[in-house]
């Protein structure tokens, strides 16, 4: 720094900056971080960027492969002919409440709790602009899954329904105008609540969740209700289609959608007399954009109104603190691993601790596993063929298997690099540090075991298995995937931590979070093909002698030794996917400088 | 250029800032000293508009910050205990944001900004993402974008956090200097001996009262009345009524 400061005081020059200048500041803002952003991850993280590309493109063709299909067969004439537009409608109606209830919590987070605001509202811009600022990030980080699924899912209809060109090029003005709409409404919704109703905004967040939840189950039912028997069929279709009348509102936005891209899919061949289908298609095109930028200036005027007194008003609650207090399960916890060293055992109520008193972590868990188990409760209803039960148990092992999968990643994965700057207190105490990684470790897999194999001999019961073999198959392999996961995470947690992060998602995003994924993922298919296999051949073996080599294998694999050779398999896999992460996570622990 | 008529702000039923009445003029450094929750940060959000007081009126260069907000913050530099810096800017391209945000033209915000990296000694670091900063650098480029447009009024909690010696000099000179160009500097501390340094006028608060307010000088005449240091006035003034009586019965 320079010792001397020879700069008499200047009165301030330059005045309050218009709209127009307003906004081209903060774009210019958006696009050097773009800039910064795209430079430095091709810079230091082409490998991360490659693979989160490449499978967001195998994903994406996984699923216009699927609805390509899907659609192929719909058109076909005996099903029906216009199924499409009842299934949109509903689609979209779903997905408008769902950017609704996500836009406004995500507006809240950053309207009313992001360090940012905090900063830019201590400068001369205008709440307008501030909310406008937000309000794109909401859009965004609220619609990106829908134009990753959703997308898929347009472009597979168009294809095979033969859409003309325009289809395709309508498709984006559409989504990008139909997102704005609900997420305006969130928008407005979170600024009213927060104005209005500051002291029972959480209460207002709860029963919100609620409705959507309410509404989308609703609606589930609605679809499979009676779905017993003739699935598929023109008569499941009629009647269908008579439930799902009620999205047909022609005051709703997602009507406005679905009706606007169907007419743009037709060929002005199809319809002679009248406008064409493409005329129609741009007047709805004209309702979206009119509605988005109608609500999106409500939004904004009503940001300029209240936002700056909102943020105030926030404030005027005293902040609750909340008496720390051991609760039964702590003790219960404590006691019950009374077989463990004591370190090990005091670092795991810690981190049962941190669990149960961050309603994130485990408001995310119940909410997965709740909505897994009350599709395998309602497994019945769909119209299986019973042969295949026992295969159908194994996919709902992997997709247990799956959802454990995002939660080792999401939330054991940076348990280290959350010990951060903390992790100096772990390493000082009298402690082995190889008891941290191994409280961890159990956390993660004592925590999974019991709700993953009740899910699967759920699972299991409602599939009216009546093999022990396979249930035991089942039972095994979900505890093989529930070890593997928990060590693959804390293993890899500790050999690739970020210590300086503070955000459990962001570290669970990065390189070593995606490449945890990626081998869970790889994991969890290889232990379930090595005991759906054999089982799946062993059920369905014919006598017929095996006359080629591959023949013989295949016999082999379904025979008695092939499905123990599979159990030994799947025993081993798991052996080692345990042993040689957490080996490879303790060494770096140990040689990790705190 | 800061005035509180009367000022209240609550949380609930607790009053964070009880009826403070203070005025602070151009070219003076004010220092505002406290315990933990005594409504330092309180006083210092509702000067520069993040909070609003719940009666009583703050003027900032005569403009009333919760009508006239824009024109108010226009008026103010604000340097805050936990500096926000945008992650994937570097140093330079902040300042530029901040130099767009108040107005500024292209020469006049290069030169400004010249003029910043020089005073904080930010070229060696400037070019790199704020990501990679230390707390201390971020904290001397939150100073010199606070000063970018030459405020009115600079406004700094605990500006001291994290900066090394050699820096903490500099900002002292600093603030001294441009307090004497005409600036007012107000600053909340818990370092008794940087107020008793570097500012014109102390406030003393405690669970939102002022209990204190004088000049440096009359702070001195003061203590050497008492035959007392400001450590010890400090712990009186701010002392609960079980510490005074623990003070009294003790020899």
Sequence with gaps: ???????????????????????????????????????????????????????????????????????????????????????????????????????????????????????????????????????????????????????????????????????????????????????????????????????????????????????????????????????????????????????????????????????????????????????????????????AMFFNLVGTWLAGKVYRASYSRLYDEPSVRRRASTWWLDSVLARGAFFLPHDVRMLLVKDFRLFRRDPVQWSQFIISFGLLALYVVNIRRLSYIPNYSAMIGFLNLAVVGLILSTFTTRFIFPMISLEGRRLWILGLLPIRRDAILWSKFLFAAVGSLLPCMTLVLLSDLMLQINLPLVIIFHQVSCVVLCVGLSAIAVGLGAKMPDLRAHSPSKIAAGFGGTLNLVISAGYIVLVVLLTALPVHLFLGAGQEAPQTFIDQCIHFMGSSAGIASGIALTLLTGVVATVWPMQVGLRAFRKLEL | MIEFDQVTRNYGLKKAVDRLTLSIQPGELFALLGPNGAGKTTTIKMIVGLLRPTAGTVRICSYDIVRETRQANRCLGYVPEEPYLYEKLSGREFLQFIADLYGLGREEAAIRIAREIQNFSLAEFVDQMTESYSHGMKQRLVFAAALLHDPAVLVLDEPMVGLDPRSMRIVKDLLRERANAGMVVFMSTHTLGLAEEIADRIGIVDRGRLRFLGTVSELRQQLAQEHTSLERMYLELTATAEEAAARESSP
């Design chain 1, 1 to 291: 720094m320079s010792t001397v400061v020879n700069n008499d005081f200047i009165p301030p020059v330059g005045g309050l900056l218009v709209e127009r200048e307003e906004s081209r500041v903060f774009w210019q803002l958006r696009v050097r971080m773009a800039i910064a952003t795209a430079r430095w991850m091709l810079a230091t993280a082409r490998l991360r960027m490659s693979l989160v590309g490449s499978l967001s493109l195998f994903f994406w063709l996984g699923l216009f492969v699927l609805f390509y299909h899907g659609f192929a067969f719909l058109s076909s004439p005996s099903i029906h002919t216009n199924v499409v537009e009842p299934l949109y409608n509903a689609f979209f109606l779903a997905l408008m409440l769902m950017l609704v209830f996500s836009s406004g919590i995500i507006l809240y987070g950053g309207l009313f709790s992001s360090p940012e605001v905090s900063f830019l509202l201590t400068t001369p811009t205008r709440a307008q602009r501030i909310y406008q600022h937000k309000f794109q990030e909401a859009v965004w980080f609220s619609s990106w899954g829908f134009v990753l699924l959703g997308s898929p899912t347009l472009v597979a209809y168009g294809v095979a329904s033969q859409a003309p060109w325009y289809y395709f090029a309508l498709l984006l003005p559409f989504v990008v105008a139909f997102v704005y709409i609900p997420a305006a409404i969130g928008g407005i919704v979170c600024l009213l609540v927060v104005d209005r109703l500051p002291s029972i905004r959480v209460h207002a967040l709860v029963l919100s969740l609620v409705a959507v939840v309410a509404s989308m189950s609703w609606l589930i039912w609605t679809i499979f209700n009676g779905a017993e028997t003739n699935l598929m069929t023109p008569e499941w279709f009629q009647e269908l289609f008579s439930r799902l009348r009620f999205t047909e509102q022609r005051l709703l936005p997602s009507w406005w959608l679905s009706t606007g891209l169907l007419e743009a899919s037709r060929s002005p061949a199809m319809v002679p007399l009248g406008d064409p289908p493409w005329a129609q298609s741009l007047m709805y095109l004209a309702l979206l954009v009119s509605n």
